[in-house]
């Protein structure tokens, strides 16, 4: 009910805000609807023509006035027998063609009848296809339902007729011109002819601005009365590779048209009318006449049926981009085997330098197509792990909470401390390795238009988690290895409870440990009870909010992964990275401690060690 569009018109999201929506109806209607707001306008570019007898009429807006949106700065056209442009979502709008049909008036007519009916469906000598250039700037291309062809390569200034160079017959109906998304001058075109009773397909591609064009509808079906075609659309993923519908069936060419194949599966023999192939979804959205809506879900099936290679041990093919959400998102990829999977398959990801993102291991897969994904994130921190007693609780292991001396830092709200690092839009490399062979392939990943943050934004976001993590690697590494020493340290006291010298200097060795943990932890945190509000923080946990904060998952934290970082959070870290220097400092100071002791005791007690013995 909020789309601006009617039964008969368009509506198209603005390219990089889906939440500005344009449609279009008949009676020159033109309207957008603002999510954000909830707020609907009207922005025809001339009168309202309800019931308008096309002869004499200044504007001729057909039933369905095609609209399109130009790729570049999202200036809207429109058709009528002219183009319109809005710069400023149709505040204000120009002509900027003159009449591009025949301006036959045979066909510009009353609608005859006992009633009369000119809603505009029929309407002759307008335009019926807008199609801006995907690739370069201010060409737009457009065709009318008479059989006429135009293109401008200077935003509309002038116009080229390039009816001719097609050769086709006349009065054809031009359905669709789908802009290429790999040339310029590259554009496919089906035009219809089954109004004047001829039903046979006709498809054209250019690669040359429309000067040559070819035919390539010879391998559809011909005969049937619905064999006409209604649509086509170059797949984004795969230069060549060609849908194209007809007035009963959808069909594919993995060959530019040379030749072409029906795919059926459950959708029904309908017109089908529009095609939509997003770039970054291995997917193909199509709409049938009666307002059906169909999605062709996993078509990577179809655009790799040329290229698998059945004797291959392994085979990987070129992912499609994936998108990059506030939250992240996913990668996925396709992969085909010769018999089922024996050995492991490391799947590596890397970033645009080389250096590994991820990596994990594949099990199961069976001979033939299979698929896996990446979850667009880096590895989590690493886990401290308390083993010592902590001063004020001499009980702690006789609870029965954590079993073999190790327990965890818990506090309510942290689960940041498992927080992935989401990665930024971006280029990278995903490396397959089975049987020691590698197979690569490249993928790009793409930021999510709807999301206010730019690439930049995302990218110091990325930075930023990934510092957070490292910075909580290193103060965990610290403590780990600490605890492994405060360990030994109780152990060697009750081994030597008796002399009491060397216990002594066990004490005193194990208070400079625990103060040194104190920089990392505070003596509260050491009771892993998470309902403890007693002091303030050490760098453990102040890292761990704030990876919190840059990026998610802390309980009444809001996180903001999606958001370049605040510059209260870079200058939060900038202190906390000159405590953990500092922290390091004194850390190194203990292991020279702990090194002089050894030395002093040697050959009386087991040299104390910060690496846990073999089999615990």
């Known amino acids: 009910e909020s789309m601006p569009s009617c039964e008969s018109g368009y509506t198209y999201p603005e390219p990089n805000n889906s939440k500005f929506v344009w449609g279009t109806c008949y009676a020159a209607h033109v309207a957008t609807f603002d999510e954000n707001s909830g707020l609907r306008r009207s922005v025809s570019p001339w009168l309202h023509t309800l019931d308008s ?8 807006c057909q039933w369905s006035p095609p609209l399109a949106i ?3 700065d999202n200036s809207v056209y429109f058709g009528c027998q002219v183009l319109f442009r809005t710069r400023d979502r149709g505040q204000t709008w120009e002509e900027i063609s003159p009449d591009l049909s025949t301006g036959d008036p045979g066909r510009i007519l009353y609608s005859g009848g006992v009633v009369g009916d000119n809603l505009g469906q029929f309407y002759g000598a307008t335009i019926s296809a807008v199609a801006p250039s995907r690739t370069e700037k201010g060409v737009v291309w457009v065709g009318t339902n008479d059989g006429k062809v135009w293109i401008s390569r200077n935003e509309g200034r002038t116009w080229d007729d390039l009816t001719k160079n097609v050769g086709m017959p006349p009065w054809g109906l031009v359905r669709r011109i789908d802009a290429s998304h790999f040339d310029a001058g590259t554009a496919y075109m089906a035009v219809d002819y089954h109004l004047v009773d001829v039903r046979d397909p006709y498809l054209y591609k250019t690669t040359d601005f429309g000067r040559t064009w070819t035919r390539i509808s010879d391998g559809l079906p011909k005969g049937h009365p619905l064999d006409y075609t209604l649509s086509i659309a170059e797949n984004p993923r795969r230069k060549g590779m060609v849908f194209a519908g007809t007035g009963h069936g959808f069909f594919y060419s993995i060959d530019d048209g040379g030749t072409w194949k029906q795919f059926r599966d459950n959708l029904p023999a309908a017109p089908v009318n529009f095609i939509e192939v997003p770039k970054n979804a291995p997917d193909v959205a199509i709409a049938t006449y009666g307002r ?8 990577w099936a179809l655009e790799h049926e040329d290229t698998l290679n059945p004797q291959a041990e392994l085979q ?3 992912p499609v981009p994936a998108t990059r959400a506030a939250a992240g998102g996913s990668a996925d990829f396709v992969f085909s085997l010769a018999a089922p999977q024996t050995p492991p398959i490391t799947l590596d990801i890397l970033d645009a330098k080389g250096a590994l993102v991820s990596s994990t291991e594949l099990n199961g897969a069976k001979a033939g197509l299979n698929r896996t994904s990446w979850s667009l994130t880096y590895p989590p921190a690493n886990q401290p792990v308390l083993r010592s007693i902590p001063p004020d609780n001499p009980y702690i292991w006789e609870a029965g909470r954590w079993q073999a001396r190790a327990r965890p830092v818990t506090h ?3 689960g940041a401390q498992r927080w992935q690092p989401r990665a930024a839009p971006g280029t990278y490399t995903v490396r397959m390795t089975y049987n020691g062979k590698p197979y690569t ?12 943050s730019s690439d930049e934004d995302l990218l110091a976001s990325a930075d930023l988690q990934r510092q957070i993590v490292g910075a909580l690697n290193e103060a965990v590494d610290k403590i780990n290895r600490i605890e492994i020493m405060r360990m030994q340290v109780e152990d060697l006291r009750k081994q030597h409870a008796s002399n009491r010298q060397l216990d002594q200097a066990l004490a005193a060795i194990a208070k400079r440990m625990y103060e040194t943990e104190l920089h990392y932890l505070s003596r509260t945190e050491m009771h892993s009870d998470d309902k403890w509000y007693v002091e303030k923080y050490k760098l453990y946990l102040n890292l761990v909010w704030l990876l919190a904060e840059v990026g998610g998952q802390g309980s009444d934290v809001a996180g903001g992964a999606g958001y370049r970082p605040t510059n209260a959070s870079q200058n939060v870290f900038r202190d906390l990275s000159q405590q953990l220097e500092t922290a390091g400092t004194d850390f190194n100071r203990l292991v020279q401690e702990v090194d002089a002791f050894n030395k002093a005791h040697a050959g009386r007690v087991t040299p104390i060690t910060d690496t846990l013995p073999s089999g615990r």
């Open 316 to 318: 990987l093919f070129r």
């Open 292 to 299: 059906g809506l169909w999605i062709l879900r996993d078509a």
């Open 70 to 72: 130009d790729w570049f």
């Open 53 to 60: 007898d096309p002869v004499g009429l200044k504007y001729r």
């Open 441 to 452: 392939q490249p993928f790009e990943v793409l930021r999510d238009v709807t999301l206010p």
């Open 412 to 414: 309510w709200g942290i």
